[in-house]
């Protein structure tokens, strides 16, 4: 009975025509993820080594390793995961359990996404002006992961909102009804089930903190230095840092060392990624309710 | 028996620890509020001084001359670098405005299971890469490719900015795209099937209508990110303040500006204030941007 | 509730109402009820969906302290206070078990279930513990079904024994007054009469509010029935007089004989 006419094979026809054309474009925006990433392998590859990474730059940073870089990354991303994720949780955990749909809540809403808004390097300025200069941190690593954590603070505020809200309203009422304070219900039943969503959010945070460079320039990476920092009043480099640095700054860096400080960001990046997309694909499949 | 209600009514410890958390969590709710109010209180007081006194509004808005280090007569033009900011911004929106539209009709659309979620991943990880990256990756791949493309003697430029600016703005807005894509209720897509519509007869007349708001946000989202956007543009756009006549002239962007003089000046010094200034500049521009992407979100929520 | 005389509730009443009025914005949910329930009764609330039955329950426990719309005029005592003037709210709500109609295993493990709310109260002893867990699921006729698998979630439990797990969990609060909210809506006729002499074991400790949409369980179970009908409430009796037909309104009569609802 049904017998194609004219008209539906010319639809059919464009229709394949539309579906390709999108196609080539989804696939030209992620085709130079893949083509950066083989690049980056190809040619930052080589150089990764042990020595690579545990060994202090030498000869003016044109060669050695970058040590003294990757600890001060960590330690940068230790230190605003640690000012960052109370704060966030706890935003969270009012907008989540606490706030009525006001006014108020609304203005919050606006200052997150804002916040999350705000260009990096405004963040740098607001970093000097209030942590280097005003508090007296100086440049150091407080000021710098202070500046990280409130640019980032968003992405934990927002992650574990929606782990929160994704907890049913009926468990919290369950647990009201037996006399649980709105505190005890939070810790008994909505944080533990939502505990993995909001780690998800902090890996992610990890990852956008690794590698940000602006906001850490002015408030507490150094271009330089021969040592290891020994407080957090103390400056540090950055493996992020460190990129700009001996791409822009330093003359005869052989080519293959700003690629393989590259690759090593990416990949410390990139992991922190897949390891949230793959907790949170996990997760959506072993819910408990 | 019943029990009296005196025995058993007692403020507890359980009791006191409540109200001290719900004290603690509204303190860490308006921290948000607190703290991008603490921002433009920080970036001002350290620029206002000199935008009200030493700083000659007019020239800042017509001199394409940023000479601030000058010994004989420092000028504050911020012409040209607005115009390396706009120009790069707006090559990057014409690169990444068409892509990620086209890329989040297709994910949302025509793609399903398997390939839907690797391309999903995919955007993530083009949002992942660090803006410092980018900016090395302009200068030394997009670099050359551009003088062998194009035969012009610099690759750092309009251009080579543009392209990466673009595509690290593409993921936040394929992303958002998508999501107002995929809020167009299935009701919709399906009465116009039933009227004999075909697919993209649907995508283009029912969906992209539907959706429209948020697609508007979703560029004037990534439109933001560009503008703000810092490490990236300062490697790859060759750094010469200009007023660029084509895309290949090389340019200088606000942000750039900022990140490449912030660590030269002194406190306090009027380099110092002009680039605060340039900061304020920044913040109201982004903050306008990102209030009008919410307002405009806002609008589809209530229809 | 003008011009009517209202007898004083007997002295020992767990629950005293008096002109309680339950709206949501401008929409009243319940208006002018007063009513009390005594200790050791089963007292039933009859009518059909959205008369209020809900709402009721919820001011009880003041659950409108969660949802801002919700407005609760008049008053309502427990234990002889007045349940706004109580200091500690959550001492209040330990007092009063509630039963939801869709059972609410909490995701935690049967055990853990059952003890949450011995532990909030401040309960460590892992012996102490157990004794609770036992007793309560034994009252609750789920003891023997679940007493191998304590550590499994109570929200993988059939609907049947997850409505018994939700009932134990509420008497693990050692309440004096046990709310039931249209227990037997999501389970089965046998577990139903299971958890029916179990109300009947109960009140020989506690008092229990069932809210039901089933005349007849009322008719088995309660005392003193209530009969609310689209946000009134129209009339309180013994329940034995008022199904043989001596009702104050021809409305329950009709309901209560299945002319409607």
């Known amino acids: 009975m049904f017998t194609a006419t004219q008209r539906d094979l010319k639809n059919l026809r464009v229709e394949g025509r539309y579906r390709f054309v999108f196609m080539a474009m989804t696939v030209l925006l992620v085709l130079p993820v893949l083509i950066i990433l083989a690049l980056l392998v190809v040619r930052g590859g080589p150089v990764l080594s042990a020595e690579f990474l545990f060994e202090f730059p030498k000869n003016g940073m044109t060669a050695g390793g970058v040590?003294?870089?990757?600890l001060g990354t960590i330690i940068l991303v230790i230190v605003a995961l640690l000012a960052s994720v109370p704060l966030g949780v706890a935003a969270a955990v009012y907008l989540s359990e606490y706030a009525a749909d006001n006014w108020l809540t609304r203005t919050i809403n606006l200052a997150i996404i804002n916040l999350a808004g705000v260009p990096s390097i405004v963040h740098a300025l607001f970093g000097v002006g209030a942590f280097v200069v005003f508090f007296k941190f100086g440049t150091s690593i407080l000021?710098?992961?202070?500046?990280?954590?409130?640019?980032?603070?968003?992405?934990?505020?927002?992650?574990?909102?929606?782990?929160l809200q994704a907890v049913p309203q009926a468990f919290r009422e369950a647990c009201w009804s037996l006399g649980a304070t709105r505190w005890q219900t939070i810790r008994a039943v909505v944080l533990p089930n939502a505990v993995s969503g909001i780690l998800t959010g902090v890996i992610l945070e990890v990852s956008r903190t690794a590698g940000e460079t602006a906001p850490i320039m002015f408030t507490g990476?150094?271009?330089?230095?021969?040592f290891l920092p020994e407080s957090v009043f103390d400056q540090t480099m950055a493996l992020s840092l460190h990129l700009f640095v001996i791409s822009t700054q330093v003359p005869g860096v052989p080519e293959g060392l700003p690629y393989g400080v590259a690759l090593l960001l990416i990949i410390i990046v990139l992991v922190m990624n897949a390891l949230s997309i793959g907790l949170r694909t996990y997760l959506r499949g072993k819910k408990k309710w | 028996m019943a029990r009296s209600a005196e025995a058993i009514d007692e403020r507890n410890l359980a009791w006191y620890l409540d109200r001290a958390v719900r004290v603690f969590v509204f303190v860490g709710g308006i921290?948000?509020?607190?703290?991008?109010?603490?921002?433009f209180v920080f970036i001002t007081r350290e620029g206002l001084e000199f935008a009200t006194t030493t700083l000659n509004i007019k020239e800042f808005f017509t001199s394409p001359r940023w000479a601030p280090t000058s010994e004989t007569r420092p000028t504050y033009g911020a012409l040209a670098l607005i115009a390396g900011t706009v120009s790069v911004t707006g090559t990057a929106m014409i690169v990444a405005i068409p892509f990620s539209l086209g890329a989040a009709i297709y994910i949302a659309e025509f793609a399903t299971g398997k390939t839907r979620e690797v391309l999903k991943v995919l955007v993530e990880m083009l949002a992942a890469i660090p803006s410092v990256v980018w900016g090395f990756i302009g200068l030394s791949i997009m670099n050359g490719i551009i003088i062998q493309l194009f035969n012009v003697p610099i690759g750092l430029n309009v251009l080579n900015a543009g392209v990466i600016l673009g595509l690290m703005a593409a993921p936040i807005m394929t992303t958002i795209a998508e999501d107002a894509l995929k809020a167009v209720p299935d009701d919709y897509r399906q009465a116009a099937e039933a009227m004999g519509a075909t697919r993209?007869?649907?995508i283009f007349k029912v969906v992209l209508p539907a959706a429209r708001n948020g697609l508007v946000s979703a560029v004037l989202l990534g439109v933001g990110r560009g503008f703000g956007e810092t490490m990236a543009v300062l490697m790859a756009s060759g750094h010469s303040i200009n007023?660029?006549?084509?895309?290949?002239?090389?340019?200088?962007?606000?942000?750039?500006?900022?990140?490449?003089?912030?660590?030269?000046?002194?406190?306090?010094?009027?380099?110092?204030?002009?680039?605060?200034t340039l900061g304020i500049m920044l913040f109201v521009v982004t903050f306008i941007i990102n209030l009008t992407a919410d307002l405009v979100v806002r609008g589809i929520k209530k229809r | 509730m003008v011009g009517t005389e209202v007898a004083p509730a007997t002295k020992e009443a767990v629950l005293d109402i008096r002109n309680l009025r339950i709206s949501y914005g401008s929409k009243v949910a319940l208006n002018d009820v007063t009513l009390d329930v005594r200790p050791n009764e089963v007292f039933g609330i009859i009518g059909p969906a959205n008369s209020g039955k809900t709402s009721f329950l919820k001011a009880i426990t003041r659950m409108d302290d969660f949802n801002a719309s919700m407005n609760v005029s008049g008053q309502i005592s427990f234990l002889g206070k007045d349940v706004t003037k109580w200091r500690n709210v959550f001492a209040l709500r330990r007092r009063v078990g509630v039963v939801f109609p869709l059972p609410v295993g909490l995701p935690l493990s049967v055990y853990d279930n059952v003890a949450l709310a011995p532990r909030l109260g401040g309960t460590k002893k892992k012996a102490d513990l157990d004794e609770i867990v036992e007793r309560c699921l034994r009252r609750a006729a789920l003891w023997d079904e679940v007493k191998d698998r304590l550590d499994s979630l109570g929200s993988l439990l059939s609907g049947g024994q997850q409505q018994r797990l939700t009932i134990a969990r509420a008497l693990s609060q050692d309440p004096d007054l046990l709310l039931l909210d249209e227990f037997s809506i999501a389970v089965d006729p046998v577990t139903t009469m299971r958890i029916e002499d179990v109300i009947r074991?109960?009140?020989?400790?506690?008092?229990i509010i069932m809210v039901t949409n089933l005349v007849q369980q009322a008719r088995r179970l309660a005392d003193r029935t209530a009969f609310f009908l689209n946000s009134e409430f129209v009339e309180v009796g013994d329940t034995s007089p008022m199904f043989e037909g001596e009702v104050q309104d021809q409305r329950t009569h009709d309901y209560i004989t299945g002319r409607f609802g």
């Open chain 2, 31 to 39: 921290s948000a509020i607190v703290l991008i109010i603490g921002i």
């Open chain 1, 221 to 226: 990476a150094a271009f330089f230095l021969p």
């Open chain 2, 243 to 276: 007023i660029p006549d084509s895309v290949f002239d090389s340019v200088r962007a606000l942000t750039a500006t900022i990140a490449a003089e912030l660590g030269e000046t002194a406190v306090g010094s009027d380099h110092y204030g002009a680039l605060f």
């Open chain 3, 201 to 207: 074991e109960l009140k020989n400790e506690i008092s």
């Open chain 1, 143 to 163: 000021a710098a992961s202070l500046t990280l954590a409130i640019m980032t603070l968003p992405v934990v505020i927002v992650a574990t909102r929606e782990s």
């Open chain 1, 67 to 70: 040590f003294p870089a990757l």
């Open chain 2, 200 to 202: 993209w007869q649907v």
